[in-house]
């Protein structure tokens, strides 16, 4: 296994990017962004626009995003920032305590409904906690009813709202 290849259920692999994939990163998000807004769902609508490919590509650069893969094939991303980004600061208020937050989680189209973005909680889960992290943070837009039943599902705790988004927060336990 390479230093950066971490293993996932189902044959799925999960990397860090390289900056040499950003555009296919920034085009799938952008993908995302674009269904979501056709479903009615105002959610990334900067991102779609090209207003987060520069945050994208110094996420990448930096070692905070993750692609995951099958069959070499790009099927999700997410990034995981160590320190609040500004977006972070406005909702949540300026925090030091060690937390990860969660941005820009998204699978192909094709593999939404599927169970893969479980088993990408739980993959997280067991990252952070093996990296020694407690606290897993992250923010979705109020009115996706989905998406915030997801993180509910998967053990999130709603504990606030802010700016029309919905802040949640997962405890990582030691055990």
């Known amino acids: 296994m390479k230093h950066n290849e971490f293993p996932l259920v189902n044959s799925y692999q999960v990397f860090l990017a390289k900056n040499e994939e950003a555009d296919e990163i920034i085009c799938l998000l952008k993908d995302v962004a674009n269904w ?3 479903e009615g769902i105002d959610q990334w609508g ?8 520069d945050e994208i590509k110094q996420a990448i650069n930096n070692q905070e995003t993750f692609t995951i893969k099958k069959d070499s094939k790009l099927i999700a991303t997410f990034t995981l920032y160590r320190q609040q980004s500004d977006w972070d600061q406005h909702t949540w208020g300026k925090l030091n305590d060690q937390a990860i937050y969660l941005h ?3 699978l ?3 593999k939404i409904g599927l169970g893969l973005g479980k088993e990408v909680i739980h993959w997280l889960e067991t990252y952070l906690r093996n990296e020694g992290i407690k606290t897993l943070r992250l923010d979705c837009v109020e009115n996706n009813v989905q998406l915030n ?3 509910l599902d998967n053990g999130f705790k709603k504990v606030g709202a802010s700016d029309g988004h919905s802040l ?8």
Do not use: M, P, T
């Open 168 to 175: 949640f927060q997962k405890n990582i336990s030691s055990v």
């Open 149 to 151: 039943q997801f993180y």
């Open 36 to 38: 979501l807004k056709e």
């Open 104 to 106: 820009r989680l998204a």
């Open 108 to 110: 192909h189209r094709s």
């Open 46 to 53: 900067f991102l779609a626009s090209g207003g987060e490919d």
